[in-house]
C-alpha cells in the first residue's frame, strides 16, 4: 500500500484542526467535599510528590517490572514504583531517561513489545511538528530511548492506533493513509501491511481477539466495521453497526470482555457489542444522563476490571466538564464517584490503567495523579495458573516460567487512537514469607502476545538482586488477577 496523495492528508490535517482543538483543562478549585467523595468511594492520591509540574500527568504505561512509566505530555517520563509492600499509592517517582531531543509528543501510538522494551510511535503534536513521523524505542534495562524511521513514504503518523499482535509484533496505524505497518525490531524497520482498508486509521481504535484478528470500528467510512486477519495482512468487513457511534469525527474506547463481547462505546449517546462467537453487532445501552446532561465519550478511556466489568470516564457533548465516571456490567451503567478534579475534567483528558493489584491509576494531564479500588472480586476463572517454575531461585538470575491464562483474556485498556495501555502480557510477583516484602520480576521474552488462549506460554524473569532470601511464594499476574502462588525458596 502507499502513501494517501497530498489533498488528502491536507484534508486531515484540516480535521484534526490545529492548534489542538482541545481546550485547556479548566482549574476550577477542588473543594473539600470534592475531595471527600472521592476518597469515600475508594480513590487515593499518590503520596509521593508529583514531578509533573504545569504539564501534567498523561498517558501512564505498565512496564514488565512492576513499575508505571507516565509521560508528562512533553520529553520527559517518570517511573512510579511501587514500595516494598507492593503499594502504588506509597510508591515513589524516578526520572526515565530522556527521550531523543527532537521528540516529545502529545496523543501517540505506544505499545510494551514481548522483550519488555517500550516503542512509542508519531504524536497529534511534538513540538508543534503536527502529526509528526517520529518514533522511539526504550529500553528500560539500560534507560535508554533509541529514535525509530518511519515507515517508507510516511510523512505523518500522527495520534495513531497500535496493537502488537499475537506472535510479537507490532502494528500501527497512521492519521494519514490508508496503509498499516509492521515493526521489525531487529532492523529497525517496516513492512507495509492492510490491503482492502476501507479509510485510514484516524481516530480508530484498534481490540485484539482471542483469534488473533484485530477489530476496529471505522470512523471516516461509518457506520462499518473491519477486521485484520494476521495471517493475509488484510482487512475485511465485520458488519454494519447498529447505531451511530461517532460525534465530531470522534469515538470512545472499545474493551473486550471475559465473555467474548467487545463494547464499544460511542462519541455519541449511544454504544454497540460486537459477539465475537457470532461474528455481529447488536445495539448497547446508551449512556445515562446525569444531572440533566447526556453523556458520551467523544475520546476517552475504559479499563476492564478483575471482575469482567469496565470502568469508563464520560462527560457531556464534545471536550466538556464535568467528567463521570461509568461502570457497565455487560447491560446496565451505574454512575460512581469520580476523582477530585472530576468537576474540572472532560473524557478525554482522562487516562485509567489497571495496576498488578487490581486496582487503577488515573491521571488527567494535571500533577494530581489517583489510585482506584474497585470493590469487587476477582474473576478466578480467568486467572493465570503455573505450570512450570524452579522451586528455588537465587538472586540476579533469569529463569523461565510457564503457564495458562499469561496473556489474560483481554488488552484490558483502551482509549483509541491517542492512547494504547495494553496489559496483556504475564508480570511475575515474589514475596517473601516472613518479611511480607513484594517484588516484581522483571518479565521478557513472552512467547505469546495475545488472548484468551488456554495454551501454554512461556516467558523468562530476572530475579531482582534486593529480593529477600529464604522462604516466598511466586505469582504470575495478568491484568489485575494473580494465579495460585507457588511456593519458592530465594537464595
Not at 250 to 271: C, E, K, M, W, Y
Not at 272 to 277: K, M
Not at 357 to 365: A, H, I, M, P, S
Amino acid at each position: 500500500m502507499g502513501s494517501a496523495p497530498c489533498f488528502i492528508v491536507a484534508a486531515l490535517l484540516a480535521l484534526h484542526g490545529f492548534p489542538p482543538s482541545r481546550p485547556p483543562i479548566p482549574t476550577h478549585r477542588v473543594t473539600i467535599a470534592d475531595v471527600m467523595r472521592a476518597r469515600a468511594a475508594g480513590w487515593q492520591q499518590v503520596q509521593a510528590p508529583s514531578p509533573f509540574g504545569q504539564n501534567g500527568a498523561g498517558t501512564e504505561l505498565l512496564m514488565t517490572d512492576g513499575s508505571v512509566m507516565v509521560s508528562d505530555n512533553m520529553q520527559n517520563w517518570y517511573r512510579l514504583i511501587p514500595d516494598k509492600h507492593g503499594s502504588y499509592v506509597n510508591g515513589r517517582w524516578k526520572q526515565a531517561g530522556p527521550m531523543p531531543p527532537d521528540y516529545g509528543p502529545l496523543y501517540f501510538a505506544s505499545a510494551l513489545l514481548s522483550d519488555g522494551k517500550l516503542e512509542i510511535e508519531g504524536g497529534e503534536d511534538n513540538q508543534h511538528d503536527i502529526e509528526t513521523n517520529k518514533g522511539a524505542i526504550y529500553d528500560p534495562v539500560a534507560d535508554v530511548w533509541t529514535s525509530v524511521a518511519p515507515p517508507n513514504g510516511w510523512a505523518h503518523i500522527g495520534d495513531a492506533p497500535s496493537v502488537v499482535l499475537a506472535d510479537g509484533t507490532l502494528m500501527i496505524g497512521s492519521c494519514c493513509y490508508i496503509s498499516q505497518a509492521l515493526f521489525d525490531e531487529a532492523s529497525l524497520s517496516w513492512t507495509l501491511t492492510g490491503k482492502g482498508k476501507a479509510d485510514s486509521s484516524s481516530e480508530e481504535g484498534w481490540t485484539l481477539l482471542p483469534d488473533g484478528e484485530v477489530l476496529t470500528v471505522d470512523v471516516s467510512t461509518e457506520p462499518n466495521s473491519e477486521l485484520y486477519n494476521p495471517r493475509t495482512g488484510a482487512w475485511s468487513f465485520a458488519g454494519t453497526i447498529p447505531v451511530d457511534l461517532t460525534q465530531s469525527s470522534d469515538i470512545g474506547p472499545q474493551i473486550l470482555r471475559p465473555n467474548g463481547t467487545v463494547f464499544a462505546a460511542g462519541g455519541s449517546r449511544h454504544t454497540a457489542i460486537y459477539q465475537t462467537h457470532r461474528h455481529r453487532w447488536i445495539a448497547g445501552p446508551d449512556f445515562p444522563i446525569v444531572n440533566g446532561q447526556q453523556l458520551d465519550i467523544t475520546d476517552g478511556p475504559a479499563t476492564l476490571l478483575t471482575n469482567g466489568d469496565v470502568l469508563m470516564a464520560a462527560s457531556p457533548g464534545v471536550f466538556n466538564p464535568p467528567m463521570s465516571m461509568l461502570v457497565f456490567d455487560g447491560s446496565t451503567f451505574s454512575v460512581i464517584a469520580g476523582p477530585p478534579n472530576s468537576s474540572n475534567d472532560s473524557s478525554y483528558n482522562i487516562r485509567l490503567l489497571m495496576l498488578p493489584t487490581g486496582q487503577v491509576l488515573e491521571t488527567d494531564e494535571s500533577d494530581d495523579v489517583e489510585v482506584y479500588t474497585p470493590h469487587v472480586g476477582r474473576d478466578r476463572a480467568i486467572a493465570p495458573t503455573i505450570t512450570s517454575v524452579s522451586t528455588t531461585l537465587t538472586r540476579g538470575d533469569t529463569y523461565q516460567i510457564a503457564g495458562t491464562l499469561f496473556n489474560g483474556v483481554s488488552q484490558a485498556n483502551a482509549y483509541g487512537d491517542d492512547d494504547q495501555q495494553a496489559t496483556n502480557y504475564p508480570l511475575v510477583r515474589i514475596r517473601n514469607v516472613v518479611t511480607g516484602r513484594v517484588f516484581y520480576a522483571r518479565t521478557h521474552d513472552h512467547s505469546f502476545m495475545g488472548v484468551a488462549s488456554t495454551a501454554t506460554v512461556t516467558t523468562l524473569f530476572d530475579v531482582p538482586a534486593d529480593t529477600d532470601v529464604g522462604a516466598s511464594t511466586i505469582e504470575v499476574i495478568a491484568n489485575g488477577i494473580p494465579s495460585d502462588p507457588v511456593a519458592v525458596t530465594i537464595d
